[in-house]
T-cell receptor, first 108, second 112 residues
Framework: DAKTTQPNSMESNEEEPVHLPCNHS???????IHWYRQLPSQGPEYVIH???SNVNNRMASLAIAEDRKSSTLILHRATLRDAAVYYC?????????FGQGTRLTINP | DTAVSQTPKYLVTQMGNDKSIKCEQN?????MYWYKQDSKKFLKIMFS???????INETVPNRFSPKSPDKAHLNLHINSLELGDSAVYFC???????????FGDGTRLSIL
C-alpha cells in the first residue's frame, strides 16, 4: 500500500529557511507528490506539487529526490503565518494518500 | 465568493440517526472528493467523483453513500450513525484527478 512518512513536528525561527521532509518509498511512476498545509479550524490549503523535477512557486519550493522516494518542501524565509500542519500526499490513478502531517512551529 | 462550501459547519446528533452533508463548488472543476479527518488529524480519502462518476471508493462502510447530482455538487449521506463516525469531514475539488485540490472548511460531526 502506498504510504508517506513525515516527522511529527519541527521547529524553526522566523526569517530562517525550513526544510520539511517526506519519505514515499512506495511511489509509483505516475504518482504526483503534493503538499498541503492546514491552519487550525480550516481546511487544507494547497502549497505545491510536482512529478519528477524540482518546482518553485510563490509559496515554496519542492525538491524531489532523483529516485522519487523522498521529497522536501522548502519554505525560504519562514514567517509566523507559516505555522501550520504540513501534509505530504501521493496522488495517482485511483490513489490518494496523505501522510500524518508535520506540525511546524515558528519561533519569533 | 466561497470556492468550496459545505453545510452544515457543525452537526451534533445521536447514534442511530441518518444525516447528510452538502458540498458545492463554484470553480468549474470536474473532480470532487470527500475526506475524513479523525481526532489525530489523519486525513483519509473516502470517495472521489469525476463528472458525476465514482472513481475512488476507499474501504468505507456502506452506511456512507455519496451522491453527485451534477459536477458542482457532491453530497454525503450517512445512515445509522455510530460513535466512531465522529470526525471532521472535508469536501474538496480539483480540475481533474492529480491536480491541486481546493478544500472546504469542513463539517464537524459529533455523535452523542
Amino acid at each position: 500500500d502506498a504510504k508517506t512518512t513525515q516527522p511529527n513536528s519541527m521547529e524553526s525561527n522566523e526569517e530562517e529557511p525550513v526544510h520539511l521532509p517526506c519519505n514515499h518509498s512506495t511511489i509509483s511512476g505516475t504518482d504526483y507528490i503534493h503538499w498541503y498545509r492546514q491552519l487550525p479550524s480550516q481546511g487544507p490549503e494547497y502549497v505545491i506539487h510536482g512529478l519528477t523535477s524540482n518546482v518553485n512557486n510563490r509559496m515554496a519550493s519542492l525538491a524531489i529526490a532523483e529516485d522519487r522516494k523522498s521529497s522536501t518542501l522548502i519554505l525560504h524565509r519562514a514567517t509566523l503565518r507559516d505555522a501550520a500542519v504540513y501534509y505530504c500526499s501521493l496522488q495517482g490513478a485511483q490513489k490518494l494518500v496523505f501522510g500524518q502531517g508535520t506540525r511546524l512551529t515558528i519561533n519569533p | 465568493d466561497t470556492a468550496v462550501s459545505q453545510t452544515p459547519k457543525y452537526l451534533v446528533t445521536q447514534m442511530g440517526n441518518d444525516k447528510s452533508i452538502k458540498c458545492e463548488q463554484n470553480l468549474g472543476h470536474d473532480t470532487m472528493y470527500w475526506y475524513k479527518q479523525d481526532s489525530k488529524k489523519f486525513l483519509k480519502i473516502m470517495f472521489s467523483y469525476n463528472n458525476k462518476e465514482l472513481i475512488i471508493n476507499e474501504t468505507v462502510p456502506n452506511r456512507f453513500s455519496p451522491k453527485s447530482p451534477d459536477k458542482a455538487h457532491l453530497n454525503l449521506h450517512i445512515n445509522s450513525l455510530e460513535l466512531g463516525d465522529s470526525a471532521v469531514y472535508f469536501c474538496a475539488s480539483s480540475q481533474v484527478l492529480n491536480q491541486p485540490q481546493h478544500f472546504g472548511d469542513g463539517t464537524r460531526l459529533s455523535i452523542l
